[in-house]
């Protein structure tokens, strides 16, 4: 079959058909190279839902970013903030979930899996502390459980994060700002034999404005070689980073309005955390007559020893209630897949298909209670192995000029192998298997203007430590379900309009709490919302994207709660940013983020406060090769927290135990101001 040519450039072979400006397309763990379309072709590119896209490094390069995880809150309507130390995973929001560490948000980053199954800390636990902004190139973006190339943890949707190959200047950097914050950063890439060799060097630390300085510290790095030869391309990709840091958690509101701490005390100035994350990876393409063949590989070491206390005396009036989370684990995983394209009943077909296959094996899982970091008492401690191999195919038809469809089906089989070192009746080996069927259809365009409707079976699977509980056991798989109608229009030159409505339900929101080492029932729920982001550029120089999200979370039967309100429910997002790639030799951007109230309890009786944040980037080409860049966070000094529960603790100073507020403050005011020269 021939590649039609649109302007004189060939477009390529895609996932699912679908065509985008720049980046590398990922088909979950497996990458396809990147397509190019020029001129009017740009009115015709289309993706399989209104809700998916992908953000290019122009984008996210003048984007101030407090924290690394915050790139992806470049995906419209997902909300990124922290309820401890940096060192930390972050805490993410998105369509009415409140996904803890990670749980039901699939992230890739150069094709490895971020979440981790079984977690010290919680499950899907997605840290992405080692991310280099500098380097990437592009973030893919999906909602819904809609591709049959997605499976755990992507219920909501996913996010497949692309480093570039190569850099088009060396950059060397220097940083500065309030707190203590110093960063080093030195990259480059070279032509190696006929490939691209890069390199990336990265040292951070910040104390923040805790008044138990942070001391958070990080060494990371990154080398990769790409090369293409003919049909083939190659990449094998090497990556480190540690990191360690002293935490302030959230505390209860009435010991700062008390006098106890200041706002920015600690209960527990032993908290903190150490961990580890070192990977290499490959990946192979191969293009052929008639499609697309992609594999990679991957190994990952990874550790934490996390030390917490969020209740204080509740449990332990003499030691305290600090506990410690221990995790030690190494990933392998491969993936292969193939995307070709033909003709199937007389219409144009393109098929997706492929096997995808990954092991933890954990070295060790525990949680200890603990005091001034010393344990004295075992609480679980585990040795786990969990399996999870996929099959899926999805095929896309052309049924007509307007319309086409996309069906697929997946499937998963999980082992779950656990050996418990306190409980043996604990240890067990159970394997589960579940299908998940996806159907689409997108219509048009009709005056640059698509109108589409997803629909699709989904997945979670529990944490392994809960699943093989002799009593009352977690249920293995927990089947989800969602659809969506969506629209989207570029009849506006240069403005890019989307409008989705959506709804999702959960069979069960039964997990195992990694802070307790039990499990804990919730029962099922439905969510709906809808959705609006736009992007505007009316010159390459100037980016203008706004969106907001509004979501509704319900437990489908309140007396299994206590009430119909899913607490921490995310409800209402808005988020607007400017950015300015160069205007007399000015740069910069400022972005706005609106946070909504949430529900505390089951009842609604009680809510979290709203947030708005307004963080602004400045910058001057001082010569040729240098720039000088300002970023200010929390612009206008709001007083406000980034995170807010409401739960049972108890003071030293206290005879009996508080339900109460538990906060965790927004960072002040702060700079950073960064030199950095380009050769």
Not at 346 to 358: D, E, W
Request: hydrophobic share 35%; with cysteine; net charge negative.
């Amino acid at each position: 079959m021939r590649y039609p040519i649109v302007n004189g450039v060939m477009i390529g072979l895609i996932l699912s058909s679908s065509l985008y400006a720049g980046g590398e397309q990922s088909l979950n763990n497996v990458t396809l190279l990147p397509i190019t379309v020029q001129g009017e072709a740009e009115s015709s590119n289309s993706t399989d839902a209104a809700t998916e896209g992908t953000l290019t490094a122009q984008q996210l390069a003048n984007r101030p970013i407090l924290r690394p995880a915050e790139v992806l809150e470049s995906v419209p309507g997902l909300i990124v903030t922290q309820h401890s130390g940096d060192g930390k995973a972050n805490q993410y929001f998105l369509r009415g979930f409140s996904l803890d560490h990670g749980t039901d948000f699939y992230t890739t980053v150069e094709g490895m899996p971020n979440n981790l199954t079984t977690h010290a800390h919680g499950q899907g636990y997605n840290d992405l502390n080692y991310l280099i902004p500098e380097l990437i190139s592009s973030v893919t973006y999906k909602k819904g459980p809609y591709y049959a190339t997605e499976g755990d943890f992507s219920s909501t949707g996913s996010a497949h994060i692309r480093y570039a190959n190569t850099l088009p200047e060396a950059i060397a950097s220097v940083t500065a700002g309030s707190f203590g914050q110093k960063r080093v950063l030195n990259a480059n890439s070279f032509d190696v034999n006929g490939g691209k060799l890069l390199y990336a060097l990265e040292y951070f630390h910040n104390d923040g404005p805790w008044e138990k300085p942070e001391g958070y510290q990080r060494l990371n790095g990154v080398v990769s070689y790409a090369k293409e030869e003919g049909r083939d391309s190659y990449k094998i990709t090497a990556m480190g980073y540690k990191g360690a840091w002293d935490a302030t958690n959230h505390v209860p509101l009435r010991a700062i309005e008390g006098g106890i701490i200041g706002t920015y005390g600690s209960l527990d100035a032993s908290d903190g955390g150490n961990t580890h994350r070192y990977s290499l990876s490959g990946e192979y393409t191969h293009r052929d007559h008639d499609g697309t063949t992609s594999a990679n590989a991957y190994v990952i070491d990874y550790g934490l020893d996390l030390f917490s206390n969020f209740t204080y005396y509740l449990d332990h009036p003499i030691q305290g209630d600090q506990f410690e989370q221990k995790d030690g684990r190494t990933l392998l995983g491969a993936n292969i897949g193939r995307v070709s394209v033909g003709t199937l009943l007389g219409v144009n077909s393109v098929q997706s298909y492929g096997f995808q296959l990954r092991n933890d094996a954990i070295r060790g899982v525990g949680l200890y209670n603990t005091q001034n970091r010393i344990r004295f008492n075992t609480i679980t401690s585990d040795r786990v192995n969990v399996t999870d191999a996929a099959l899926y195919y999805q095929n896309e038809l052309t049924l007509s000029e307007k319309v086409r469809m996309i069906a697929g089906i997946r499937g998963n089989m999980v082992r779950f192998d656990v050996t418990n070192d306190v409980n043996t009746a604990d240890s067990a080996v159970k394997v589960a298997s579940i299908a998940s069927p996806k159907l689409s259809f997108i219509f048009g365009p009709w005056a640059d203007t698509e109108l589409f409707v997803n629909g699709g079976y989904g997945f979670h699977s529990n944490d392994a430590r809960g699943v093989t509980h002799a009593i009352d056991p977690a249920t293995p798989l927990v089947r989800t379900k969602g659809g969506e109608i969506g629209v989207r229009t570029r009849a506006i030159n240069q403005l890019q309009t989307s409008l989705a409505l959506w709804m999702m339900d959960s069979d069960s929101e039964l997990v195992f709490a990694g802070d307790t080492g039990g499990t804990e029932p919730t029962g099922p729920t439905r969510r709906s919302g809808i959705e609006w982001a736009s992007y505007w550029t009316p010159t390459p120089l100037f980016i203008l994207d706004a969106d907001v999200a509004v979501s509704r979370a319900r437990y489908k039967d309140s007396s299994l709660a206590g009430g119909s309100y899913v607490p921490e429910a995310i409800e209402k997002t808005v988020s607007i940013g400017v950015g300015v790639k160069e205007y007399d030799d000015y740069f910069g951007g400022l972005r706005v983020r609106y946070f909504g109230s949430r529900p505390l309890i089951e009842d609604n009786s009680v809510r979290s406060k709203p947030s708005t944040l307004v963080n602004l980037k400045i910058g001057r080409h001082l010569s040729k090769n240098l720039d000088l860049s300002v970023d200010v966070y929390n612009l206008f000094d709001r007083k406000t927290y980034d995170i807010e529960y409401y739960y049972e603790s108890k003071l030293a100073t206290e005879s009996t135990s508080v339900t109460d507020h538990m906060v965790h403050p927004c960072e002040p005011r702060s700079g950073r101001l960064t030199l950095s020269y380009h050769y």
